[in-house]
């Protein structure tokens, strides 16, 4: 079943590159060609008025004495000086008024399986219209995307998608779903606020694959807008936010929980990393606290660590190391637990009906071999899977 979606993807995307001709490749993806009006592809800081119409008011500062503004997007509240960015290198200061600077300026944009976000319970066997601007409001060392997240927008390619180009790009390529992804959705806010906005009126679904490092007021503004959150809950101590990700973990838990309350499908992603995350007692207390706080229903996937950006010094995370957090999480009552990034096909990949224990996902990596969920519950005995399947 799997495959048949695939091979129908690629056919429309095949589709759509002879229609729309092929742009530059990015990091995450072969960007595709954004057509319409405005410039398509732009590189490096051609001009001023090339980078301008990228630019757009934020939604969450405050104006302070000096010309000096004040972001209350994420905990970290940059205060910029006139002609200054912030942290995340996507806003700026301009004249005492705070600018997204990355509105529609798109540095990689792809198709993907939904399942590679991860998303498990979300649409299985479906595809997501995946893209990303330039930016972070953190600086993990184990950073799959560096390349892009760690940029300034001016120093990399872009492709000129607004919101309205992507909603159109997404209907022609029959995907149901847009993804903000492979870099952090959040420093690119308003882009993704009105993108999602647009394509529901198209009823077409979004998620974002974000660290969860945000404010509640504009979380707040956000989640209803969004059909499905992801968020890496990357370890789970303040020293481990602090050295390794440069920021702290209670606003992480915070979003997780808001996310949760909110109605908006969740699901939690743990990276664990050989001697940083994987201890065995700080995943028992982080299921603990997901048992607690977000009840049993939420699906926690544990990810295989591969070298990467400043942690290249490490070794791959045993699979070991990924199915013992996995046992872990199971004996404290959470029904849907995974692993990632294993080679082969693995059974906790796949997804079990937590009362008859029969598998009714089964998967090998990124791919569906059969779903055996009908109508939200379980073929065999009927019981309701938590997700969102139609």
């Known amino acids: 079943m799997r495959q048949q979606v695939e091979r129908g993807c690629e056919m429309n995307r095949r589709e759509f590159l002879r229609a729309a001709g092929v742009g530059a490749c990015g990091v995450a993806g072969c960007m595709l060609a954004s057509g319409g009006g405005r410039p398509g592809v732009l590189y490096g800081a051609e001009t001023d008025a090339d980078h301008k119409q990228f630019y757009k008011e934020a939604m969450f500062y405050e104006k302070l004495p000096d010309k000096r503004t004040g972001c209350v997007l994420c905990p970290r509240k940059c205060v910029v000086e006139d002609g200054g960015r912030g942290y995340c290198r996507a806003r700026e200061n301009v004249g005492g008024k705070y600018y997204t600077i990355v509105y529609g300026r798109v540095c990689t944009y792809h198709v993907d399986p939904i399942e590679k976000k991860p998303l498990f319970h979300f649409l299985p066997g479906t595809s997501a219209f995946s893209l990303a601007t330039v930016g972070c ?21 872009a492709t000129d998608m607004p919101p309205a180009k992507v909603v159109e790009n997404t209907l022609q390529l029959k995907m149901p779903t847009i993804a903000y992804t492979y870099t952090e959705p959040t420093t690119f806010y308003e882009y993704m606020l009105d993108t999602a906005r647009l394509g529901r009126q198209q009823n077409l679904k979004s998620v974002m694959i974000s660290a969860g490092y945000i404010n509640p007021d504009p979380l707040a503004g956000l989640a209803p807008a969004l059909d499905a959150i992801k968020i890496d809950l ?103 637990v995974y692993v990632g990034n294993v080679p082969a096909q693995h059974p906790g990949e796949s997804t079990y009906c937590p009362k008859c224990g029969k598998m009714v996902i089964e998967r090998a990596g990124y791919t569906i071999l059969s779903n055996r969920i009908h109508s939200g519950k379980c073929q065999y005995c009927h019981t309701p899977i938590a997700g969102v399947w139609s």
């Open 137 to 157: 409001n953190l600086e993990c060392k184990f950073c799959q995307n560096w390349e892009i997240s760690q940029e300034r927008p001016e120093n990399l390619p």
């Open 234 to 336: 990357k370890g789970f101590t303040p020293d481990f936010y602090a050295n390794v990700c440069g920021v702290t973990l209670r606003p992480v838990l915070d979003t997780i929980a808001m996310v949760k309350k909110s109605g908006t499908w969740l699901e939690v992603v743990h990276l664990v990393v050989p001697t940083l995350s994987d201890n065995e007692k700080e995943i028992d207390a982080m299921c603990k606290w997901m048992h607690d706080n977000v009840g049993d229903e939420v699906p926690l996937h544990f990810t295989r660590f591969y070298p990467m950006y400043k942690l290249a010094n490490l070794p791959p995370t045993p699979v070991s190391s990924v199915e013992r957090a996995r046992e872990i999480a199971l004996a404290r009552g959470l029904k849907y």
